[in-house]
């Protein structure tokens, strides 16, 4: 069984014990997924299973050298699933930071290693997108598999408030407006390997990431939600530090969860997990001035339907400005989550038998 410790160290915990670790599924896009899956590392340590965490990525993305790649080569985005491998490579992997390396000049200008690469396998696999990726956490040496939530090269679609349509997601994220419903262009089938690690999950985990751009586009994908509704895993859902201008203006920790139950049909969530931690004045005007908020509670109510809403202190402030998810932080809360609702499926076996 998998050691989740009391408290968790900044550094990647070894297991002990002979028994395989827990199965956990993370599932998003964005700069979210990776900062849960770096936390997750933490947990399981560097030589666990590669089954222990299974990251399912959204591949929407069609702006930058994402964008660039998927229109030339008719492929889904890779620039997220880049991001994920990353987050997840040994220390060890020659290869780690050279997935990340921006190329400048050139006709390669503003491309990253990891995207090209990834460009590169779809081709010589002769388009398959989902085995391409497996090769490329092969190669890297992951402590994990990352999953594209679908090997097609898929579009967003946007219902505005006015009635206006838009097609993809930069034209979508750069529209400004409230977004009345978000859609895939067309159904994408989920890879096999996604359903069956969701099914296997001791623990699933949605977000933080881009509501409309990040967390939608993957539970939208064919028969995912519907599998994460089925399950007894610990689902939870982490909560975004901030609002996103132009996308949640405004919008409050249930807002959040009222749209993805909307979209997807049917509750998702055990449990919420959102930040308490105090947020410096200064960062708070900076991202005012761009018209962004903290996401906070509506009311003082400590259920969401049948999730409980924990709160933890859990951001912190990179050297840009920008507020992110501290990880170690992060894994010990989430570590808590799970002995907490595993403590609580005990009480209620012992009462049913």
């Known amino acids: 069984m998998l050691q989740w410790p009391g408290r968790v160290q900044h550094a990647p915990a070894a297991v002990s014990g002979p028994a395989p670790p827990r199965r956990i599924v993370a599932l998003g896009g964005g700069t979210g997924l990776p900062t849960v899956l770096r936390s997750l590392r933490m947990l399981v340590g560097e030589n666990a299973p590669e089954d222990s965490i299974t990251a399912i990525v959204a591949v929407t993305d069609d702006g930058g050298s994402s ?13 997220d699933v880049r991001n994920c491998v990353a987050a997840l490579a040994s220390d060890a992997s020659p290869l780690t930071q050279l997935l990340q390396h921006r190329m ?21 696999l002769h388009g398959d997108f989902g085995s391409a990726v497996q090769e490329l956490t092969r190669m890297v040496r992951t402590g994990g598999r990352v999953l594209p939530a679908t090997a097609q090269a898929i579009h967003l679609k946007a219902e505005f408030e006015s009635g206006e349509v838009i097609v993809g997601e930069t034209a979508i994220a ?20 996604a359903i069956e690690a969701l099914v296997n999950a001791d623990v699933i985990i949605v977000g933080p990431g881009s509501l409309y751009t990040s967390i939608l586009p993957v539970l939208l994908t064919d028969g995912l939600a519907p599998t994460i509704y089925g399950l007894r ?23 959040h969860l009222d749209v993805i139950e909307q979209h997807v049909g049917v509750p998702l969530f055990d449990y919420v997990l959102s930040n308490s931690a105090p947020i410096p004045t200064q960062t708070l005007l900076k991202y005012a001035s761009n018209c962004a908020q903290p996401v ?58």
């Open 296 to 353: 906070l509670r509506q009311s003082a109510e400590r259920m969401y339907g049948q999730a409980a809403i924990v709160e933890r202190e859990l951001a912190w402030q990179v050297s840009d400005g920008k507020l992110r998810h501290e990880p170690a932080q992060l894994a010990e809360a989430l570590s808590d989550l799970f002995e907490q609702d595993s403590a609580r499926r005990a009480v209620e076996l012992h009462h049913a038998s």
């Open 67 to 79: 964008g660039r790649i998927r229109s030339e080569w008719h492929m889904p985005a890779p620039g």
């Open 174 to 193: 750069g529209r400004g407006r409230p977004i009345r419903r978000l859609m895939l262009e067309e159904r994408a089938r989920p890879l096999p390997e």
């Open 233 to 255: 895993s610990t689902r939870i859902y982490v909560a975004n530090l901030m609002t996103e201008p132009g996308e949640t203006d405004d919008f409050t920790l249930e807002r």
């Open 104 to 124: 400048s000049g050139g006709s390669l200008d503003g491309h990253t290693v990891g995207n090209l690469l990834l460009a590169g396998l779809t081709q010589q």
